[in-house]
Each structure stands twice: as C-alpha cells, then as structure tokens.
C-alpha cells in the first residue's frame, strides 16, 4: 500500500505520472492570497541548477505552511520544478507566442538540458532530488516552429514544447529521464518517497 501525499502542482502530467506509479494523491494548490509566481523568477548570475533547486525548495515552504494553515491532515508534500537551459540560459514558460517562437528557433538544431527538481518534505522533514536529462532538437523551420506554436501546446511549458505532445516529431535523441523531462523523474520520486515514511 502506497502512502498518500499532496502534489502541490498544477501539472496535470505530474498527477498522472503519480497515478502511473500508484501513488494516492491530492492536489494542494495555491489560493488567490498567494503570490505562487513570484517564487520563480530568476535571480541574476544563478546558475540553471542551482536556480531550479533553489524554486521547487521555496514552493515545497510554501506549500506545507497552506497545509498547516489549512488545518488539513498532515501528510508529505510534493513539489517540482522544471528548467529547460541552453548554457547558462534559462528557457522558462513563454510569456506569449513571439517568446515560444523566440525560444524555439534557439533550441532547433540544438541540445538543451532538462533539469527537474524534486522536493518531498513536511514541516520538520526536506528530502530533495534533481534529474538531468539532454534532448536534442533536429533543426525546424520558421514555417514548423510557427506551426508547433500556433497548435498552443508550447503554452505553459518550460522550454515551450512538450516531449509527450507534437514536438515528439522534431526531438531527434533523448539521454535521461523521460518522466524527468514531461515535469516528474519517477525513479527520484519514488526513492523519495522511500526515505520519507
């Protein structure tokens, strides 16, 4: 029997990911009081590593302090993150449709990292985790890449695409965690898991 935890995200993908694994969940999301947007923005010269640990660090806080405030019964709480980085450059969910065309046509033709932070944690307890994985894009065309954008998908994604979505047909080699790029690395998870009950 697995144990219930709260998923403290609005992916939809991580809730099934969770599901895939049988892990009994409920989602703890932010309410309109708070300022959930504001945990993600970059601090200058922060490395994309550091950057996404540091993220999914503040949103598990934040997280188990609306359980606590909630007066819900206590159980983990999961939180993660997602980065996709170019170098040093962070791509993070495209502001608008020019932005995704914009962070699209740098990654074409291009190998990227997909880091994804992992925090599982309690008021007394913080067990973090963080995989890494390499995806290379074969080129696009400006015709493609309009395309891709125009279907929405690239909307609310880091990076502004979706490896389980359309850009499939364009992503040419995968090194790492596939469940780690859609937004949730399952071996990580569950070992977190592990150590926490």
């Known amino acids: 029997m697995h144990p219930f935890i709260y998923l403290a995200s609005q992916s939809p993908r991580r809730s099934q990911l969770l599901t895939q694994l049988g892990i009994a969940h409920e989602l703890l999301l932010a309410d309109a009081q708070e300022d959930a947007e504001s945990l993600e923005e970059h601090i200058a010269g922060e490395s994309p590593l550091d950057y996404v640990q540091r993220v999914t660090r503040l949103k598990l806080d934040a997280a188990v302090k609306r359980l606590q405030a909630r007066g819900l019964p206590l159980a983990p709480v ?4 997602t ?3 170019l170098g040093d450059t962070i791509y993070a969910k495209p502001a608008d449709g020019p932005d995704a065309v914009r962070m699209l046509s740098a990654l074409s ?3 990227h990292v997909v880091l994804t932070a992992v925090a599982m944690g309690t008021a007394s307890q913080c067990e973090q985790a963080c995989s890494r ?3 290379t894009f074969a080129a696009m065309s400006e015709a493609e890449i309009r395309e891709y954008v ?3 998908e690239p909307m ?5 695409y979706a490896v389980q979505g359309r850009a499939a047909a364009y992503i040419s080699h995968i090194a ?6 859609m937004g949730l690395p399952l071996f990580e998870t569950a070992q977190l898991l592990k150590r926490l009950t």
């Open 176 to 181: 790492g965690s596939y469940t780690g790029i």
């Open 78 to 81: 999961l939180c993660a993150d």
């Open 133 to 135: 994985s390499e995806v």
């Open 156 to 160: 609310g994604k880091a990076g502004a």
């Open 109 to 111: 033709g291009q190998t």
């Open 150 to 152: 125009a279907s929405g």
């Open 83 to 85: 980065t996709v980085a």
